[in-house]
């Protein structure tokens, strides 16, 4: 509905007026004289009469100013106490000629007003927008000045609902929005969130300066507000941040149903400790983002509500709609990576020659942006398309820090990627391991490192250190600008303790940065870790031993214990001494224990908690470590507790779910799909939903019979040739990559097979095995 519409028109301004004179909020149009007036609106001290009007003519407003000047006489020869106030509303400014009439015929007890005038006694939003885009949004800053205003225009990306894998524009979600329809939108750090949110706020802003509507958009950066639980606290401290000269009037707007909250990063509002992980994970959660909920359900339902976070903060879609308070017809979309001609759209507005991006490195726009600002796209000339993301981080950070030693020929490309990496062990304390970290910290990572104050030439260094993105410019913090890259990073510093545990400790500055670190290494270092062992003393089971031996002794170490049992488990080495981590939040990692394994019972696991752990149906129980009071949230494998040994799995475990994956996978096998289809499907799942990290051939393997498993190198090449998969040789035998710009795709297939109508599995029908 637009306001060319006198109707919808007067309809508006009645609902500013009861929200401007609550006391009067079931009054409205009403019958005087035999003749309807558009409002009456009567309050303990004043009675206001109001006329609305589309129309720029000066006749109407002579009509209407006469009309109300009478009203206001009569209710005055009437002896009432109360005083009149006469409002002739327009939809746009007042002409010169309508006020004229108005101050004539009103005699001075009309107000000729626009509509964004009658507003603004509830709420001055152009004020509220001027200083709001004074104020960052979200993550959005400028890659290369760090400016809170990107130097390069949005670029579309895919806003995908999983369900139907339907397309949203921006535009789409303005209207969506306007008529009461709320989104949530889920994505991975860097992937274009806030950029997203900041455009459609840009859209509902012009849309509120056009004069067609009276809703603008109301864009909170929920990590300015942890600890709060009261919604309109939410709303005044947000007025208060921003400059805003009256924030209490925002929760009036809000209330009146005149503001369409953009709610950005619920997964920022809090940090979850291990102290929470016990039992109560989701009444954690829950209680953290109780203003934020309560936000979203008091939000008057004639306007919509968009939030949006990272899609792994909750276990699931029922848990995220509940802790957030959204209605089952809440639509969910996610944000993508930039797909090829996006990437190429963005690098020609950064005036930035394009050469390509490998398919191991993400291509969210965070990533693609820094990396055409600093110019290190020819880094990734001559870089082998078909490597995995630990060995491509790893060459391309010795390539990017060889070019910058030339600086300074002080400092070579290993001692500045030395630097670099202790930043990331630095990082680990934070409540994503990606920052922020202070000016002082890097100058302190430098100090440990070369163990000397940089000088100038350095110092100019460490303001670009290749790796890090500006997080807050306004306190010159920096923040790593991939995940995968601060794990490839972080894991030097185990490497190093695990090969030479007595000259780690040492080390006074790592001791102090991993004594606070409260995160997992995380699966990429995991691997790289492991690589690099192999590389430097291969895969003895003593490799550990010093190591463990150490923790023993020491016991101050904070989670390198945890890292160290990550990584044996991961190597399949037993350790020989028995070893406890303790108090470990293994998020985003599934332990994986197979027939394959060996004794690990001297290990043991003490409140931790678990995101997977898979458990072949070959593995043997006796074999595997113990867990005392940890939390489980995906057990696969096994079908329920009867299942798991309460010799390795004590009573005060918690299990979230269990899924048997191998019955899954029997499920498929079982299935009336011809063979081909079956096994293609089967490596897929293996490939796109277990993992994306890749998957050596061996494991694609397993849970197949005999039969079965001569049809597997047919089904990798059919994937391969249809881009699902790419090969990749490190001379220890082959790891086989998801290809990640098909994971939607893979997951169409998954999820219905048989309607999909894929190229692939047209062509598995007919292979040849």
Not at 82 to 104: L, M, N, S, Y
Not at 443 to 451: D, G, N
Not at 502 to 513: F, I, K, L, N, P
Request: aromatic content about 8%; hydrophobic content about 40%; overall charge negative.
């Amino acid at each position: 509905m637009s306001y060319e519409d006198d109707s919808f028109f007067e309809d508006e301004v009645r609902r500013i007026a009861r929200a401007r004179w609550p006391q009067a909020q079931y009054d409205g149009a009403k019958i005087l004289d035999g003749r309807e007036r558009d409002g009456v609106f009567e309050t303990d001290d004043v009675i206001h009469y109001v006329e609305a009007t589309t129309s720029r003519r000066s006749d109407k407003a002579k009509d209407d100013a006469k009309k109300l000047f009478a009203l206001m006489s009569q209710q005055q020869r009437g002896g009432s106490m109360k005083g009149a106030i006469g409002w002739f509303v327009t939809r746009d400014e007042p002409t010169a000629d309508q006020r004229e009439e108005v101050r004539q015929y009103g005699k001075q007890q009309v107000k000729a007003v626009s509509f964004a005038q009658f507003q603004q006694a509830i709420v001055d939003v152009g004020s509220y927008l001027s200083h709001r885009e004074n104020h960052f949004f979200g993550s959005v800053l400028d890659p290369e000045t760090g400016s809170i205003n990107p130097s390069i225009n949005y670029i579309p990306i895919d806003l995908v609902q999983p369900t139907s894998n339907d397309l949203f524009s921006i535009e789409q979600l303005a209207d969506g929005l306007a008529a009461g329809q709320s989104y949530s939108i889920l994505g991975d750090y860097g992937a274009g969130k806030s950029m997203t949110l900041r455009q459609l706020y840009f859209s509902l802003r012009d849309r509120y300066r056009s004069g067609n509507t009276p809703i603008f958009p109301l864009y909170i950066n929920l990590r300015e507000h942890s600890g709060q639980d009261d919604p309109a606290e939410v709303l005044e401290r947000h007025g208060r941040r921003i400059g805003f000269e009256k924030p209490h009037s925002l929760v009036s707007a809000w209330r009146a149903g005149f503001a369409i909250l953009i709610l950005d990063g619920f997964d920022e509002i809090t940090t979850l400790g291990i102290s929470g992980v016990r039992t109560k994970l989701k009444e954690t959660r829950r209680r953290s983002l109780v203003a934020v909920r309560q936000l979203i359900e008091q939000t008057p339902k004639s306007v919509g509500v968009i939030v949006a976070g990272r899609e792994h903060f909750f276990n699931n879609a029922t848990e995220r709609n509940s802790a957030l308070g959204l209605e089952l017809n809440a639509i969910t979309l996610s944000v993508g990576e930039f797909n090829q001609k996006q990437v190429a759209k963005y690098l020609d507005r950064a005036g930035a020659k394009f050469n390509f991006i490998p398919g191991w490195m993400p291509t969210r726009p965070l990533l693609v942006g820094y990396i055409a600002a600093r110019g290190l796209l020819s880094a990734l000339n001559d870089i082998s398309e078909t490597m995995d993301p630990v060995d491509g981080w790893d060459l391309l950070l010795d390539r990017i820090f060889e070019r910058e030693s030339k600086i300074s020929p002080n400092l070579d490309g290993p001692t500045l990627r030395s630097i670099l990496e202790r930043l990331a062990t630095i990082a680990r304390s934070t409540s994503d391991g990606l920052g922020p970290v202070t000016q002082q910290q890097i100058r302190t990572a430098f100090v440990q490192v070369c163990e000397t104050e940089p000088d100038e030439q350095a110092n100019l260094l460490l303001q670009r250190l290749p790796g890090l993105g500006v997080y807050r410019a306004e306190e010159d913090s920096r923040t790593f600008v991939d995940a995968e890259l601060a794990e490839v990073c972080r894991a030097h510093d185990i490497v190093e303790f695990i090969a030479n545990p007595y000259g780690s400790v040492q080390d006074e500055g790592w001791r102090s940065a991993v004594s606070v670190a409260s995160l997992f290494v995380g699966p990429t270092a995991v691997t790289r870790i492991a690589r690099a062992l192999k590389e430097r003393m291969g895969a003895s089971s003593s490799l550990f031993d010093n190591a463990y031996t150490l923790i023993q002794q020491k016991g101050d170490i904070g989670v390198i214990a945890s890292d160290v049992a990550a990584v044996c488990i991961d190597m399949l080495c037993a350790p020989a001494i028995n070893s406890v981590a303790e108090g470990a939040f293994y998020e985003g990692y599934t332990f994986s224990f197979t027939e394959e394994m060996p004794d690990l019972s001297s290990m043991t696991f003490r409140d931790c908690f678990f995101d997977a752990i898979e458990i072949s149906h070959g593995a043997l129980m006796e074999r595997m470590p113990r867990f005392q009071g940890c939390v489980f949230m995906t057990v696969r494998g096994r079908t329920g507790v009867d299942e798991l040994s309460k010799d390795k799995f004590d009573a005060y475990c918690v299990f979230e779910h269990f899924s048997d994956s191998v019955q899954t996978q029997s499920n498929i096998l079982g299935s009336s799909l011809a063979k081909g289809e079956k096994i293609v499907l089967t490596v897929l799942r293996k490939l796109f939903v277990q993992s994306l990290g890749g998957r050596a051939e061996s494991a694609l393997f397993r849970g197949l019979d005999l039969n079965d498993r001569q049809f597997v190198p047919g089904a990798l090449k059919l994937l391969q040739q249809h881009g699902f998969v790419e090969i990749y040789n490190r001379g220890d035998g082959n790891i086989w990559l998801p290809n990640r710009k098909n994971i939607a795709r893979a997951r169409k297939i998954l999820a219905a097979p048989n309607l999909c109508n894929d190229d692939l599995l047209i062509a598995a029908k007919e292979l040849d095995l």
